[in-house]
């Protein structure tokens, strides 16, 4: 086991840089990527209060990126590469499916992930479907949502409601959410447990899944890792998936917004003072 990112008087400018990415490679043949942690509160059924949350195995040359992104992160820590076979075998062609690897860091400039999502919205024209855990949008996602509601795009917003781990998060995030309800934005609390998934899907072909949470922390500060798909099949799957998990949610909307308390607006604002590490 190696410790990522370790204190140091040297690095205190990285303090708050932590990878975010959950990757699981196999001989370098069967990847694993989505929003599960290996934590007990991943274990047994969302109606037993397990967080719910979306994972992934993987097959093919993909693999060999998932492998990039887990490598990158290792010599980071450790300053020692890993070479040959088990490590990277040729994976073999498996599916059909055409999938690519899209990895982000704080460092350089290289907000790869948030570009993603920014370009993903602008090019929807007819369904935009996202599932977050952690939902603290900057002025220009709020923007982006927005201008896609106006071009007659359908905005679906999957969050967690009262069962999330980070109370705050959420009460900050809402002084953020009336422009977007103004426009036509639906935003979904989800109430059985904690929603943990990361998942956005563009009309019905294409979709990318992994780590990154749609709030300052994935798109600046965390190194994240997605895997995005282009194929209609494996995007109408998974809407079914976001629709289903929609059964489960109470919609917030505008007199939802009104209504809040005055502790409740006080607490938000206060969160906010915390936005840009959210």
């Known amino acids: 086991m190696i410790r990522w990112r370790q204190p140091s008087w040297y690095q205190l400018s990285r303090l708050n840089h932590r990878t975010h990415r959950k990757l699981v490679i ?4 069967v990847g694993f990527i989505g929003g599960a942690n ?12 397990a967080y719910r949350d979306n994972h992934f195995r993987v097959e093919g040359p ?5 492998q990039q992104a ?4 290792l010599v980071a820590a450790t300053g020692k590469p890993l070479f040959g076979e088990p490590y990277f075998g040729v ?34 024209r007819e369904h935009i479907r996202l599932g977050t855990a952690y939902f603290y949008p900057d002025g220009v996602l709020i923007k982006a949502l927005i201008d896609a509601r106006e071009r007659g795009v359908e905005v679906d917003l999957l969050v967690p409601g009262e ?6 998060v959420r009460l900050a995030s809402k002084s953020h959410w009336k422009g977007m309800l103004e426009a036509g934005v639906r935003i979904h609390e989800y109430e059985k447990s904690m ?17 990154t949470n749609l ?12 895997l995005n798909v282009l194929d209609q099949g494996f995007a109408e799957m998974m809407i079914e998936v976001f629709e289903r998990d929609l059964e489960h949610t109470r919609l917030y909307d505008l007199d939802r917004w009104h209504d809040r308390s005055r502790l409740d607006r006080f607490r938000g604002l206060m969160g906010r003072l915390l936005g840009p590490h959210l």
């Open 26 to 29: 196999i001989d370098g043949q």
């Open 163 to 168: 069962t999330i781990d980070k109370p705050f």
């Open 70 to 73: 887990f490598m990158d992160n």
């Open 91 to 124: 994976a073999e062609p498996a599916g059909a499916l055409k999938a690519q690897v899209v990895v982000s860091t704080p460092r350089e400039g290289k907000h790869r992930v948030r570009k993603l999502k920014l370009m993903s919205i602008a090019a929807a």
């Open 62 to 66: 993909v693999v060999d990126h998932l």
């Open 38 to 49: 290996m934590t007990d509160n991943w274990l047994g059924h969302p109606d037993d209060g």
């Open 215 to 226: 709030d300052n922390r994935s798109f600046r500060i965390n190194d994240e890792a997605n």
């Open 195 to 211: 929603f943990h998934a990361k998942l956005t899907i563009i009309d019905d072909q294409f979709v990318s899944i992994g780590s």
